[in-house]
Nanobody, 115 residues
């Protein structure tokens, strides 16, 4: 049973930083692209950042220059370093990964940016 578990959410002040982690576990024989999505209240789930197995990265325009996605293949883990956080970054952040040629989602972690 493949599972994705996110951690690192919480309350952070505007201008602050937060790092999210997402660890994949289970029977993994092929781990391809890993991504972070977010969903704000009343809005659709949107792609935040994506990293391929060859470390090619893609970012949403709204987070370019502030967020950095990275991965540790030895730990089957993807990270999202978020800097200069804004109130509009408040959302549930979901991890997504292509594992064994199937798409998996984590349950999400809430990030709240507020003073």
């Amino acid at each position: 049973q493949v599972q994705l578990v996110e951690s690192g959410g919480g309350l952070v002040q505007p201008g602050g930083s937060q790092r999210l982690s997402c660890a994949a576990s289970g029977s993994i024989f092929r781990l391809n692209a890993m991504s972070w999505y977010r969903q704000a209240p009343g809005k659709l789930r949107d792609l935040v950042a994506r990293i391929t197995s060859s470390d090619t990265t893609t970012y949403a325009d709204s987070v370019k220059g502030r967020f950095t996605i990275s991965r540790d293949n030895a730990k089957n883990t993807v990270y999202l370093q978020m800097n200069s956080l804004k109130p509009e970054d408040t959302a549930v952040y979901y991890c997504n990964a292509e594992i064994n040629f199937q798409d998996y989602w984590g349950k999400g972690t809430l990030v709240t940016v507020s003073s």
